[in-house]
C-alpha cells in the first residue's frame, strides 16, 4: 500500500569525466569507436515495445569520413506511424495511473545504466554519427542527458507537492494530470541530450509518446531508447518512429488524438507545425501544447572595457566548438574599434592552433560538419562573403569534402551591422563581427538587439560594472540565455535552464521546472467536509 511521502533528493550534475590518455575511460572509449567501425547495425523502430521493420531504409555514414557506414535504419511511413499512435493510445492508462515515485525510478536508474556500464557505447555512437569529439560527446550525451534524467523527476516532485490553500470545513487541492492524448517529440541532430529530454519529460508526468529523432542522429538516439526500455519504461510508452517530416506531419501532426507536441529545430519547421496546428484546431480532443526551441543567431558584444583574453576564449570556442553546430554558438560579434587590433592577432593566433579531422585523433578541437547539406549551406555563405564589398574574410574560409564534410573556422569582419552573415543563421563554424567607434556604443547595442528575429542566447564582455549594467538592459530581450564574461553556450541543467524567445522559440526552458508544467493538466478539486443543507442565504431572513 502506499501510504507514505516518497521523495527524491535534489540531484548533483554529473561530473564531466576528462578522457586523458591513458585514463580508463579513454580507453575503454577508443575500443568502442573500434567495435561500432568494424559492426554496421540495423536499427528497427520501437512499437509498443517491439522491433518493427520496414523494406524502407536509409544508410548511416560518419560525417568526417563519408565512406564509413555505421549501418542502416527502418524509416516509419503512414502504416508504422499508426501503429505507434495505437501503442501510445493503448499503454496511456496504465501509464497515467502509475505512481509517479514509479515512473521517476525508471528514469533515474536509466540514468545510471547511461552513466554506468553503457557509457562507452552511448559516448562513441554520439562521436561517430554525429562527429563530436570526445569531450563534447561527454557533456552532450552522458552529462546532460543524465542531468536531464535526475533532475527532472525532483521537479516533478516539487510541482505536485505544490496545492492550494483550504478554508474551515473545505479541503482544496490539485491534480496533476498527464494531457488528454499523446505528445510527439521531434528531436534534432546536435545534442542527443535533447533527443532523450523531450521524448522523457512529457512521458514522467504520465503522457505516452512518440518519438522522431533526427535523420542524422539514429544511432545514438536508438542507445538511448534501448536503455529506457532496459530501466523498466512500459511498453508502448515512448515509440520510437524515426520518418520523414512530410509523413510525421500528415499522420501524426493532424491526428485528433495529438495533444502536444516538443519540438527542437529550425525556425521554418516550427512554424509549419503551428501553422498545421492551426489548421486542424476543430480535429483535436483538446489544444495542443506547442513547446519549441529553434533557431538563433546568438551574439558575443564587446565593451571597450573588456578583457581581450576572455574574449578571444569566448569567440573560439563559443563559435568553433562542435563547428558551430549549437543553438547556442555565437555566430556574430560586437567588438570596439579600440580593442579590434589586439584581438584581431589573438584571434589569428589561437584559431591558427585548431586541428580539424576525425573524431577519432583525440587531439582534434573541430571535426565535420553533419552532412552535405549543411557543408554547402556553409560554402554559399562563404562565397557570398568573399565575393561582397561589404565584408572580408580575415581567417579560414575553405572547405573541403573529398573525405569528410570540413569547413575551416572562419572569421568574416563586416562594414555594415546588417550584413548578410551577420543577420541570418548559418549553423557552421562561421562567425562575423562588427567592428564599431566607442563612441558608437547605444547604436552598436540597437543594432544588436534588432538585426535579427531570434533571442536565443548572447553574451556581454566588460570590466566596467556601470557598462555591463547598460548593455544588459539594452539586451533585455535579445537572449533568453544571457552571459557576462563568458561564452554564450555549455547551459547545465539546473543552472542555466536553457530556451529563447521571439523567433528562437517559446522559451519554455528544457532543465527547469518550467517546461514540465507544459506537460500537465491541473484539476482542481473542492471537497466540502460538512455539506450545506439550507437554501436561504442569512440576509434572506424577515426582521
Keep these: 500500500m502506499n501510504n507514505a511521502y516518497f521523495q527524491v533528493s535534489l540531484p548533483k550534475n554529473e561530473p564531466v569525466k576528462t578522457y586523458m590518455p591513458g585514463s580508463p575511460e579513454q580507453e575503454a572509449l577508443k575500443a568502442e569507436l573500434e567495435r561500432q567501425l568494424a559492426n554496421p547495425i540495423e536499427i528497427p523502430m520501437i512499437i509498443g515495445g517491439k522491433e518493427v521493420r520496414s523494406e524502407n531504409k536509409e544508410k548511416m555514414i560518419c560525417p568526417h569520413d563519408h565512406k564509413k557506414e555505421l549501418g542502416e535504419y527502418c524509416i516509419a511511413g503512414e502504416k508504422e506511424l499508426l501503429m505507434a499512435i495505437e501503442a501510445a493510445e493503448g499503454a496511456k492508462e496504465e501509464w497515467e495511473n502509475m505512481p509517479w515515485e514509479h515512473r521517476a525510478t525508471i528514469f533515474l536508474k536509466a540514468a545510471d545504466l547511461l552513466t554506468?556500464?553503457?557509457?562507452?557505447?552511448?559516448?562513441?555512437?554520439?562521436?561517430?554519427?554525429?562527429?563530436k569529439n570526445a569531450y563534447q560527446s561527454?557533456?552532450?550525451?552522458?552529462?546532460?542527458?543524465?542531468?536531464?534524467?535526475?533532475?527532472?523527476?525532483?521537479?516533478?516532485?516539487?510541482?505536485?507537492?505544490?496545492?492550494?490553500?483550504?478554508?474551515?470545513?473545505?479541503?482544496?487541492?490539485?491534480?496533476?494530470?498527464?494531457?488528454?492524448?499523446?505528445?510527439?517529440?521531434?528531436?534534432?541532430?546536435?545534442?542527443t541530450s535533447i533527443g532523450g529530454n523531450l521524448s522523457t519529460a512529457p512521458?514522467?508526468?504520465?503522457?505516452?509518446v512518440l518519438w522522431k529523432p533526427s535523420s542524422t542522429a539514429v544511432l545514438s538516439n536508438y542507445y538511448i531508447m534501448q536503455i529506457l526500455m532496459e530501466a523498466g519504461l512500459p511498453a508502448g510508452v515512448i515509440n520510437f518512429v524515426p520518418s520523414r517530416g512530410v509523413d510525421f506531419g500528415n499522420v501524426v501532426i493532424s491526428h485528433p488524438k495529438m495533444a502536444g507536441v516538443h519540438f527542437t529545430g529550425s525556425t521554418n519547421v516550427f512554424n509549419g507545425i503551428w501553422k498545421q496546428v492551426g489548421e486542424n484546431l476543430n480535429k483535436y480532443v483538446t489544444y495542443p501544447r506547442l513547446v519549441g526551441e529553434t533557431g538563433g543567431k546568438d551574439f558575443i558584444f564587446a565593451h571597450e572595457s573588456a578583457d581581450v583574453e576572455a574574449l578571444t576564449c569566448a569567440i573560439v570556442l563559443g563559435a568553433f566548438e562542435y563547428q558551430g553546430q549549437k543553438c547556442s554558438a555565437a555566430s556574430r560579434a560586437y567588438i570596439p574599434e579600440s580593442l579590434w587590433s589586439k584581438l584581431k592577432g589573438r584571434l589569428e593566433e589561437e584559431i591558427g592552433k585548431i586541428k580539424m579531422g576525425d573524431v577519432c585523433d583525440f587531439t582534434n578541437l573541430m571535426n565535420a560538419v553533419i552532412d552535405q547539406k549543411s557543408f554547402k549551406n556553409c560554402q554559399s555563405y562563404l562565397s557570398y562573403a568573399k565575393e561582397s564589398k561589404d565584408a572580408e574574410i580575415i581567417i579560414g574560409g575553405g572547405s573541403d569534402d573529398s573525405a569528410g564534410y570540413f569547413v575551416e573556422p572562419t572569421v568574416i569582419v563586416a562594414k555594415t551591422?546588417?550584413?548578410?552573415?551577420?543577420?541570418?543563421?548559418?549553423?557552421?563554424?562561421?562567425?562575423?563581427?562588427?567592428?564599431?567607434?566607442?563612441?558608437?556604443?547605444d547604436e552598436a547595442l540597437k543594432d544588436c538587439d534588432t538585426a535579427t528575429p531570434y533571442g536565443l542566447t548572447g553574451a556581454v564582455f566588460a570590466q566596467d560594472r556601470a557598462a555591463i549594467i547598460k548593455m544588459a538592459k539594452a539586451l533585455d530581450h535579445a537572449a533568453g540565455n544571457f552571459y557576462i564574461n563568458d561564452k554564450p553556450t555549455g547551459a547545465v541543467v539546473g543552472q542555466q535552464p536553457f530556451g529563447g524567445s521571439r523567433g528562437s522559440g517559446t522559451n519554455d526552458k528544457a532543465g527547469s521546472a518550467i517546461n514540465l508544467y507544459r506537460w500537465m493538466s491541473q484539476r482542481a478539486i473542492k471537497e466540502t467536509l460538512v455539506p450545506r443543507t439550507v437554501v436561504n442565504y442569512p440576509y434572506m431572513v424577515t426582521e
Design 116 to 131: 554506468g556500464k553503457y557509457r562507452a557505447k552511448i559516448a562513441a555512437s554520439c562521436m561517430l554519427v554525429q562527429s
Design 417 to 441: 551591422p546588417a550584413f548578410k552573415t551577420m543577420v541570418e543563421e548559418i549553423f557552421g563554424p562561421i562567425i562575423t563581427i562588427y567592428v564599431y567607434p566607442n563612441d558608437k556604443l
Design 138 to 191: 561527454e557533456i552532450d550525451i552522458i552529462c546532460e542527458l543524465a542531468d536531464f534524467l535526475r533532475f527532472n523527476p525532483y521537479y516533478v516532485q516539487e510541482i505536485y507537492k505544490q496545492q492550494p490553500n483550504s478554508t474551515d470545513g473545505v479541503w482544496n487541492r490539485v491534480e496533476y494530470r498527464a494531457l488528454d492524448g499523446f505528445v510527439a517529440a521531434i528531436t534534432p541532430f546536435n545534442f
Design 203 to 208: 512521458a514522467m508526468v504520465g503522457n505516452t
